[in-house]
């Protein structure tokens, strides 16, 4: 069993889209741990998500949807070297500090890029996401030169439709 953390978006929760639909198309390789964080409050999510990785077993896989995805980035660079994981998987991922997307306690320490070159990276993003841009995700290349960019079409923010190309990706971390 591969183990994989799954951190969820703002508004959500560990059984909201699209980690059921997520889980169904990985099947039961994976050992899915799901938290629930509650509302969006930079403190409390730090404080759970990086409490979290530091008891993970390295070789972890971890996936995050939306402000999930953004704040593991945020944790693990925080974190360092004493979390190892597998790779990271990130959908429809803001990223903190881009025009509308201003929010101190989300964003990124400057250090980020540095601290994660080593971490396996795939960000996927809609074209037709109603709530992040599709201009995240180059934002997200430019920031992570090595990150695997893959963009999707009709999907929505929550990716309700065919989740094979990230299962395909999962599976080949």
């Known amino acids: ?66 402000l999930g995805a953004s704040h593991l980035l945020k944790c693990l660079a925080e974190l360092g070297p004493a979390v190892r994981p597998r790779a990271l998987v990130g959908l429809a991922a803001p990223l903190w500090g881009m025009p509308g997307w201003e929010a101190d306690g989300f964003a990124l320490p400057a250090w980020a890029p540095e601290a994660l070159a080593h971490l396996p990276l795939r960000m996927f993003q809609s074209r037709d996401d109603e709530a992040v841009a599709f201009d995240h995700l180059a934002a997200w290349g430019r920031l992570f030169p090595h990150a695997r960019l893959y963009p999707l079409d009709g999907q929505t923010h929550v990716f309700t439709g065919d989740l094979s190309a990230i299962a395909i990706a999962i599976s080949e971390l």
């Open 1 to 66: 069993m591969i183990p994989l953390y799954f951190a969820h978006g703002a508004g959500a929760g560990p059984t909201d889209p699209p980690l059921p639909a997520l889980r169904a198309r990985l099947g039961a390789g994976y050992a899915v741990t799901t938290p629930d964080l509650g509302p969006p409050d930079p403190e409390i999510w730090t404080r759970r998500i990086k409490s979290d990785l530091a008891a993970l077993p390295d070789g972890t896989l971890l996936v995050g949807h939306s």
